[in-house]
């Protein structure tokens, strides 16, 4: 008889990623605390321990999975900016099923590190109201891949067996979709140029 092997010990990255998938290929609205439980082969109360808020706290995490970014400084602030944006852009367009959470939770832990760090490399960088400027870029970035999910014809999934949604390439979208994308992004950055 084979040995069995030992399970794989529950942690919060394990959790986030299994609610993750659960997210994108049944529908946030079915990620529970039980269904969660169930994919990970643990009770759902074992899930309290990594996260002792619950379901609130779990929530917090997948949005902060999802819009904490880190991109390198370029040459430039609009360098900087533009790789900022496509790494968020790329973030987002990874998990669908999570960015009704991304638009409606407030940056908090790495996410808000994250956005802090952006601000001041573009603060560094020479541009002026910094703080301005990244709040228009992420509106902008979010707003974009909201309308770009749903013109993909993505919807919530219904049950488990529906496929989850999945970029048409990784890192990158439709070329008509990167177009408009690009061409929203320049705007934005000769906006913030002239401010």
């Known amino acids: 008889m084979p040995a069995k092997r030992p399970p794989i010990p529950l942690s919060r990255e394990r959790i986030i990623e299994a609610a993750l998938h659960i997210a994108d290929s049944q529908g946030l609205r079915r990620l529970t605390m039980r269904r969660l439980g169930d ?45 900022w944006c496509r790494a968020s852009r790329a973030a987002l367009r990874e998990h669908p099923g999570v960015l009704a959470l991304a638009l409606t939770r407030p940056a908090k832990g790495r996410a808000a590190i994250a956005v802090r760090e952006q601000t001041d490399q573009l603060a560094d960088a020479g541009l002026a109201d910094a703080g301005r400027a990244v709040r228009a870029m992420r509106a902008y970035v979010f707003g974009a891949v909201a309308v770009e999910v749903q013109q993909s014809g993505w919807a919530e999934p219904a049950g488990e067996d529906d496929e989850p949604w999945r970029p048409p390439s990784r890192g990158g979208g439709s070329p008509a979709a990167d177009d408009d994308f690009e061409l929203g992004l320049n705007a934005l950055l000769a906006g913030l140029d002239g401010a």
Request: charged share 20%.
């Open 39 to 83: 994919a990970l082969q643990v009770e759902a109360m074992a899930i309290y321990h990594h996260l002792p808020r619950g379901k609130d706290a779990l929530m917090d995490a997948l949005a902060e999975h999802v819009t904490t970014v880190h991109a390198e400084p370029g040459g430039s602030w609009q360098d900087s900016a533009r790789a």
